[in-house]
């Protein structure tokens, strides 16, 4: 599933609803949200949702690290990764479709 | 700080002008259609922001720790996100700012 696959999907839902609510409402409020998330992750703020997941930065120290190409080596600086771990909900649907013999699809 | 549901409910209030109601409604349909399509065996693209993929994993030996007994560890699906470069630049970028 792709960003507008998203949108498209809650659009269809807001339709179901009768809602008010557009496809640019759908479209405007991912891009609000996911904006919203990569800041403040970016800033150093812990993302936190209940039985979908946390995102967190890791501390990766500095390190030498070398040229594979020339052998030289070259010190890396410290730095921080984005890391996600799946909340409880996510990871016990996810296990069961395992379970279920769901393919797993690379792409959409 | 932590960023939560409520926090994000609140922007789309502010932002994109939808009533509490529909904020709320929103931010939930929008983890529950990544949790649907990841549940469904599809992986979810985010452009910008990042994917999440899922990996089968095979059963594996595990021990119990406390008590040393071997128990096999189950296969399982397990879900790993990876961060777009985009949002790896602006992690470097803000952490780069701050170093001065």
Redo the contacts between chains.
């Keep these: 599933m792709t960003k507008s696959e998203l949108i498209a999907r809650l659009a269809e839902r807001l339709a179901e609803r009768n809602s008010q609510l557009v496809y640019k409402d759908a479209e405007l409020a991912v891009k609000t949200i996911l904006d919203a998330m990569a800041s403040n992750l970016s800033q150093g703020e812990r993302i936190e949702i209940r039985g979908f997941g946390s995102f967190d930065l890791n501390y990766r120290p500095p390190r030498v690290g070398r040229n594979p190409k020339s052998g030289s080596s070259v010190s890396v600086p410290e730095k921080y990764v984005p890391h996600f771990k799946a909340g409880k909900e996510l990871r016990e649907r996810v296990d069961l479709s395992l379970e279920l013999q769901t393919p797993v699809r690379e792409s959409t | 700080?932590?960023?939560?549901?409520a926090?994000?409910a609140d922007?789309?209030f502010d932002?994109?002008g939808?009533n509490k109601r529909?904020a709320k409604d929103?931010?939930e349909?929008?983890?529950e259609?990544?949790?649907i399509?990841?549940?469904?065996?599809?992986?979810?693209?985010?452009?910008?922001?990042?994917n999440?993929q899922?990996r089968?994993k095979p059963q594996r030996p595990g021990r119990n720790p406390k008590t040393g007994e071997e128990i096999p560890i189950t296969?399982?699906?397990?879900?790993?996100?990876h961060?777009s470069q985009?949002?790896?630049g602006?992690?470097?970028?803000?952490?780069a700012d701050k170093q001065g």
């Design positions: 700080m932590t960023l939560t549901k926090e994000l922007l789309l932002k994109v939808l529909e929103m931010v349909a929008f983890f259609e990544i949790r399509a990841l549940e469904s065996g599809d992986c979810v693209k985010l452009s910008g922001f990042g999440f899922l089968d296969a399982r699906r397990v879900v790993t996100f961060a985009k949002l790896k602006m992690v470097e970028k803000h952490h």
